[in-house]
């Protein structure tokens, strides 16, 4: 007989089975290295932020450095104390914050901040000035994403102020950065001039970064002039495309790391003309097969993708039919022999004959980001391959 515990383990795991997303930290490792080698001599920055794009920040983090970067990006600092209090040493910069931003904390626990205005550096300054030390800064200059970033009219005052505090102690300004708007060939090079500008005026003023950084996965991938010293790499590590036109992971060399499964729950036999789901939005065309698949718009499954996503079911693909639902949502089967229980991929490895995140994005007239980045808290992550 099952001991008791073990048989309510098995238990608790086939409820959570219902819905999964799967994380293959080989894909991880082997996307981050791929990239590594790509832009070589620059460095990497894995970007972590909003849980690694749904993948789970501290095992994607491990596994990244273990591939060969040497920093970590997050968005908030709470994301990067929780990089921290999962004993994670390396650097790691965060640059979106709002006013009262725990700069002290960030400083004593030496987390980078991105510095977007001169309040933002003042206080650094003023926080390191407190506790005696100095605070590790990367002043980004908006170079035309019109988002956070130093306008171009006020980065001179920005750096000889940086210079001043660096003079005193109070601040090291280890990076200089930018972000693209990754719009045309034209504005990536404009874009590029101004930082080269940005560059320029922060040398005259006395300053020395040790990283300059500008590409995300687009351009680190595409742009080797725009590389500098370091990449800050998010989709490209996690296997989804960051283009619009059409160049899968797989053309770059890169594998998803997410597969995001269930089992169906229900099969049912139905009449032609059979309405389906909310609206009946779907009428069965001839008489047919559907299973019920339970994850639904709760779960991150885009609603825009009724009637147009599909899933890896019995061995093909199968089209979704009528609306997806908060819950749920439906798959014709035709002919084919379907059984409760039956494992189905949503999306996951193409090579596995799944969908990607990435078709997903396409019947939802989205991008793969929005896809891996929304799956909902009733999915429980699980893990394979080594972090
Ligand atoms: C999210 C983000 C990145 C990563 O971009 P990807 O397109 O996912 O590679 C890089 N830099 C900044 C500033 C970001 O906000």
Do not use: C
Not at 48 to 64: L, M, R
Not at 89 to 108: G, I, K, S, Y
Request: charged share 20%; aromatic share 4%; no cysteine.
């Amino acid at each position: 007989m099952t001991p008791p515990r073990e048989a309510e383990a098995a238990e608790a795991r086939a409820v959570e089975l219902v819905r999964e997303a799967r994380i293959d930290l080989d894909a991880v490792r082997r996307n981050v290295s791929t990239i590594a080698e790509r832009v070589h001599p620059a460095a990497v920055m894995v970007v972590v932020k909003a849980d690694a794009y749904g993948h789970g920040a501290v095992p994607v983090a491990e596994a990244a450095l273990r591939a060969g970067a040497t920093w970590l990006g997050v968005a908030d600092l709470a994301e990067a104390f929780a990089l921290r209090d999962a004993g994670i040493t390396a650097p790691v910069l965060a640059w979106l914050h709002d006013a009262d931003a725990p700069f002290a904390r960030a400083v004593e626990r030496d987390v980078d901040l991105g510095i977007s205005s001169l309040d933002q550096l003042e206080s650094a300054a003023r926080v390191a000035a407190e506790a005696t030390t100095t605070a590790n800064v990367h002043l980004k200059i908006d170079t035309g994403l019109s988002r956070n970033g130093v306008p171009p009219e006020q980065w001179q005052a920005v750096v000889q102020a940086a210079a001043a505090h660096e003079r005193a102690g109070r601040i090291r300004v280890r990076g200089v950065f930018s972000h693209l708007a990754n719009t045309s060939a034209e504005t990536d090079a404009a874009q590029l001039a101004s930082f080269e500008r940005a560059l320029a005026a922060a040398s005259a003023a006395g300053l020395a970064p040790e990283v300059r950084h500008l590409a995300s996965t687009a351009a680190a991938l595409r742009l080797p002039e725009a590389r500098f010293d370091l990449v800050r790499i998010g989709i490209g590590t996690y296997g989804v495309t960051p283009y619009g036109d059409g160049t899968t992971a797989a053309d770059l060399g890169l594998t998803p790391a997410m597969t995001l499964r269930g089992r169906i729950i229900a099969v049912r036999r139905v009449e032609p003309g059979t309405g389906v789901s909310y609206d009946h939005t779907w009428h069965a065309p001839r008489a047919t097969t559907l299973a019920l698949v339970p994850l639904g718009y709760a779960d991150g499954i885009p609603r825009q993708a009724s009637g147009r996503g599909e899933v890896l079911l019995a061995g093909r693909r199968r089209p979704v039919v009528g609306r997806i639902a908060m819950d749920q949502f439906v798959v014709d089967v035709g002919e084919d022999a379907v059984a409760v229980g039956d494992p189905v991929v949503l999306f996951g490895d193409p090579a596995s004959g799944a969908p990607s995140a990435d078709d997903w994005a396409a019947a939802a007239d989205t991008i793969g980001y929005e896809i891996v980045t929304r799956i909902g808290t009733r999915v429980v992550r699980t893990y394979e391959g080594r972090a």
